[in-house]
């Protein structure tokens, strides 16, 4: 039988969540986010991060990634972020036509991350007046594309020189879950308090069928964020089923046991392999990610085992990158298998 | 109890879709359109169409519109469209957005349809070569705004100019199966046998959660359409439950089956409504939406009984035009029930 | 001889301006709008319009109504002009560029002229919410692409519309100098007094090479429009020769002398062609345009005679609309030998 | 007296094509182009590459790179360059404008060259299909931004990759002239013949007053260049005025021979500065700038004593790079003076 460690997404819905979109599915209500349903989402979010927000249904991570960043970036503003973030390399450019051609000024940074000495300096170049794009805004993700997760110290850092210079911050939470349930902080301390100014709030990813939510903590800075969403093709008619399955994600804090549960194997998964001969843990393991450098060989031999996952870069002087994502749903007897074949 | 004729997507899912969601949700699968139901979803639009078709489902409406238009319009293009048009007036500019600035030309016509004479008429003022934006297109709804319905012939005399001048043929068909349940054809007839280039596949008015389709008729239209949709955030990490809604959807003639039962429920209310005093039907009524101008009171009136819709147009001299639209979930006693609130 | 009567940008710049563009060629000077010469514009356009205000040059028309309007509107934006604007129907969908997808909203009127109510009656279609593009400006031309002038007291009533609805009032002067030749009023009267935002400010069709002025009368509403004029390449290297160009028009009134010269000629065709025969004036000649509805084959005949012109419209029912613009720089003989052909 | 080394765009325009603008003022001319003089460049054009080519006069030099990258890449491509390109930093975002937001990949490189190597290994990056941009183009400039130059070796091996990458090939030529001049070779040999799809030709930095031509090799290419031009503003009403400068600066290789002169006089700086104590040519001087590092108080000292220039970086430990760019008119003892300064 397969096992699938390519990715969260390859994995379906919570049953909870099917449940809620059932229930949902009873009666009519009114379209394009006027329901009740998606009315409530503003206090659930609300009692969540302990404050006044303005939330967004929206139905990929691209586009709360590139709708937030359009709202907060002019067409002619450089947003920085990590040079393999997401927003870098997996969207196909979408920031850059969500906000009609800003530029991302790829930073480098360790195990996913970026930091502020490497932002100061790429500020450098952005001095030039109208010659250089506007400094608009920080992007980082939390989690990272590695699989790491900043404290409440480095945000605030960042947001630091974000604030001095006239910058939105902005965080891809695709993985927001598995962050919180690493950090020992509350979804506020992680974000608003330390400085952030609009989080893409995944949920794909961690047990929904789609649904993400754009989340500003600063009413200033929502401006049209509507007009946006509605031209992009992002209103949902039937928003009510986008926004039931955001509810019950939320209830029963569902979206933090599932976190914490994949998390668990991820960290059960990095305790099998440290060690081991011949493989060596790429980042620390802070969310639902392993990435672990091994003989190329190895990749073969797994792949033919029945095992599906990325190799995260092109292989080099015999070794590859492997990644192995877990879901909350994924079997333990599957982790169990892979420890088993990488050890032998 | 509320009657409502607001939307047809006020209701929610047939339960065959619901069913066919949770049957999908049992496995892995392969993210972002790798999964075995999208590879199917070609098969069965081919078998529907009765030739090769490039299929490719997103979120909405107003996404598949607005794709499909920028992959056959270039950013200095004009399309030509009825001046109700959903892309044109509710769409808050996506046509715009998605294809980098086309124009989109707006033409009357009775009834919500466009016909040859205006479209030329129109071609007269874009004759000035790079002086004005370049015909690209012709788009038309079916069944359009005003829930009236092209016959084979129509489209065919538009395609006709679209050929001459270079330019493509896109059909809005968020009511596609309300249409085709009216007309007497099969859906190749309505579509590329009439010069149809690409067509926006609606299922969501007509019994689906969230599920459009882009289908291009001609290979050679369809160019780098992955990318476009992949950068817009209209390429689901999940695809296989988009993709499955869609299955269903034309599974036993689901789609059609549902699109009778909304369009005879609509003829029902016409008949219902027809030679009343004081009513005046609008538009012929081909779909599944009835326009039916009245005393401005009598709006009031239907309201306070717990009946909702849309006054369409701004009231003048003391009347008023109201939009009823019926979903195959629509009871059938409440169409009854507002026919004889109407007549009394 | 040839004589032409296309446009007015068939004539070259006049002496006094290649003059100034010769002295401001013997010195070294800051590029990029640095230099003394383009700092200098900002006190000469205060003179002019008795205020502060803030002058950008750029090369063209077309782009200076683009950027004004990319400042003015979002992209999301609606955009009220009259259905035969310059912006609408001559710059290639320009305005949807430069603002990345904003809607012109097409509006009729006599004479080239948009009045409040049609503007009035346009607006009850953007009243849904994110449903339309969001009302952001009115823009008109003054003088208008029919060789009108609005009069202040129309300006401020369009004025007035825009500042209820939260819009910008643009005006595209490429005649701009004709319109106030017009008028018995100030620069001031005519814009800011009367309620205009910002101004597009010609001088190549009365006089200069290529120099475009972009006016701001509230600098709230500048934003960054010097971001967009650099990205869009209208930020000129030796901007001087621009600015000076400018500088020299507004000097000694060489601005309002030559388009009173331009106005007279086309006074003096008006008159010429008044009550003749089978000959219309289509609109009032108040500016340096005189249209002209005639016979077909006289439009042949004043070819043949070496005369240059367009023909404004598709000839229909053997009748043709004919354009003759003047410049100060036509012989006052070609006039005579125009009105006499048509008087034969 | 002032001794300006900014750049070269703070010289005005040579005389000769001061005198070919006035004699072009003498008559009229059919607007947007139509005139003669720019129906003649495609021939001048066409004699200077030695085969057919297409020809569009712009204003700038940001323009000509905009509309050449929007043309070649589409609005999800991935356009490869430099890291200090001028298109990747001094443009505003301008290639992300005009392209509708492509993304530019910025390269590392010596001497502010790329090389096959580095481009190869970004590729790598770019082969996950719609997850990433599209690989579209390699841009570089010719000369580079730190004033060297590429050979045809050169041009034809990152041709060779972008041929097998479905990519095209442009060149920013703002500062062509001084490499044709440094090079032993036809304009042929180091454009088309060596692979180059398409080329911003520059004049504005070597003596015109603003003039800069897309020059297409491949009429595959050009597609709908002009209504891009248009559209942004480029087309200029007065043509004849842009194309008259270029057709003088190519007359008696006034273009080559201006460039010589310019050349040599960087020559004669590098000379004086090689092997001075302290000072470090950062880059082989091959067109018409020079690079050295200095001493942070010599730039200071250089500065009092009435020369202006540009310090390249910020400074570092005590010591700064500074850029010195001489024109054709830098008078020569400004040079001798230059280098007394700096030995002293």
């Known amino acids: 039988m397969a096992m699938n460690f390519t990715s969260d997404n390859a994995y379906g819905a919570a049953p909870e969540i099917l449940a809620a979109l059932r229930d949902a599915n009873s009666a009519t209500a009114a379209p394009y986010g ?54 870098a390399v997996d969207e196909c450019a979408g920031p850059e036509f969500f906000s009609g051609g800003a530029k991302l000024v790829p930073l480098r940074g360790q195990h996913g991350k970026i930091a502020v000495p490497v932002v100061e300096e790429a500020l450098t170049h952005y001095r030039g007046g109208v010659h250089s794009a506007k400094p608009a805004a920080i992007s980082l993700a939390q989690a990272t594309e590695r699989g790491t997760v900043y404290g409440p110290d480095e945000i605030a850092a960042l947001s630091e020189v974000a604030r001095r210079e006239g910058m939105a911050l902005h965080v891809d939470g695709a993985r927001f879950a598995n962050a919180v349930a690493y950090l020992d902080c509350t979804p506020a301390e992680i974000t608003w308090k330390a400085g952030v100014d609009v989080l893409s709030f995944g949920a794909t990813k961690n047990g929904a069928f789609c649904a993400e939510a754009v989340v500003f903590f600063d009413p ?89 996952f990325y190799e995260w870069e092109a292989p080099r002087k015999g070794r590859t990158l492997l990644r ?4 909350c749903f994924t079997p333990e007897e599957d982790v169990s298998r892979l420890i088993c074949l990488m050890r032998s």
């Open 324 to 327: 192995f994502v877990v879901s």
């Open 220 to 308: 200033e800075r929502v401006r049209d964020f509507e007009y946006r969403r509605k031209r992009a093709g992002h209103l949902a008619s039937k928003m009510r089923f986008l926004s039931v399955q955001l509810e019950r994600y939320l209830r029963d804090d569902l979206w933090l046991k599932q976190a914490r549960v994949a998390n668990g194997l991820a960290q059960r998964l990095e305790r099998g392999l440290a060690g081991l001969p011949g493989i060596e843990l790429a980042h620390p393991v802070e969310a639902n990610e392993v990435f672990a450098g091994v003989p190329a060989p190895l990749a073969e031999k797994l792949r033919s085992s029945g095992i599906s």
């Open 34 to 87: 006027e329901d009740e349903i998606t009315a409530r989402l503003g206090q659930r979010f609300g009692d969540l991060f302990e404050r006044d927000v303005a939330v967004f249904p929206v139905f990929t991570g691209t586009a709360a990634n590139g709708l937030a960043l359009a709202t907060i970036s002019p067409p002619y503003g450089a947003i920085f972020c990590h040079e393999q973030s997401h927003i």
